[in-house]
């Protein structure tokens, strides 16, 4: 079922037999045509705090705490401090439960606040020119504005990537881009017996290579996979899938959002 979040973007719900045992998967795909007026943008948690300027968060971004929060919070602090409307998110980076630290790339605002951090993976970009881009670890950041890095390739250079071995069923949280430019997001459901347990990397790899995309990377998933939309740009931010932890959607450092351009 086609749901419109502004023009040129929709976001569709989907179940699927999974491959490995014939369950249940459910799942949700938006897409956002080139024509779209939209961008994307990376948030961490301690860097669209109330009150902040482009100027003070530049100066700050190397020293900022890690911190944690809901996807919609996220979204409701880059709202408060930008004045601009967020129209869909979903959680970003890996990161280490422990210390919080997100790992791989990270910009926001053209700030880069860390490269891969001996974490080669690739990434998703906004760049300066406003096109998007999907690159691999060691693309150097100089036309960058916005960064979010995945774990690794889904599908690249038009061909899926990764080997039938795996056998994990999880959530997951992927984002590709086909040859006109359209961006696929996907959030799946896993973890949840009799309602879905996710997808193998192997079987997101084929969902992105089936939807089009020649180059898609895995993003964060399991308790950390959640996607939030506002629907035909009104109202609030709605979650859109069931996160898989007990106490709800994750606490999460980073976030990628889809923003209304003005």
């Known amino acids: 079922n086609a749901i419109p979040i ?16 014939n369950i249940p998967v459910t799942g949700y795909l938006a897409t956002v045509s080139p024509s779209a007026k939209v961008t994307f943008k990376a948030s961490y948690a301690s860097y669209y705090t109330e009150g902040s300027t482009v100027e003070s968060r530049r100066s700050a971004c190397m020293s900022m705490p890690f911190n944690r929060m809901v996807a919609t ?75 979010v890095s995945g774990y690794q390739w889904l599908v690249r250079d038009g061909e899926p990537v990764t080997t039938n071995d795996d056998v994990t069923l999880a959530p997951r949280t992927a984002i590709g881009l086909k040859k006109d430019g359209t961006v696929v997001w996907v959030a799946v459901d896993g ?7 996710g997808l193998t990397i192997h079987e997101l790899a084929e969902l992105m290579y089936a939807a089009g995309c020649v180059n898609a ?33 994750r606490l999460l450092p980073t976030c990628l959002l889809m923003v209304a351009e003005t």
């Open 6 to 21: 502004t023009s040129g973007v929709t976001r569709n719900q989907f179940v699927l037999k999974n491959t490995t045992d």
């Open 73 to 147: 919070d996220h979204a409701a602090n880059y709202e408060a401090v930008t004045g601009d409307k967020v129209l869909m998110c979903t959680n970003g980076n890996f990161f280490d439960v422990d210390t919080l630290h997100p790992r791989g790339y990270l910009v926001l605002e053209g700030n880069i606040v860390q490269t891969y951090d001996s974490f080669p993976a690739p990434y998703f970009a906004v760049l300066k020119d406003g096109s998007f881009a999907i690159r691999p670890f060691g693309t150097p950041l100089g036309d960058v504005k916005e960064a």
């Open 191 to 197: 973890r949840q017996e009799g309602y879905s347990m």
């Open 217 to 249: 990377i895995n993003m964060d998933g399991g308790g950390s996979t959640t996607m939030a939309a506002r629907y035909n740009n009104t109202g609030d931010l709605v979650l859109q899938n069931s996160p898989s932890d007990e106490a709800g959607p």
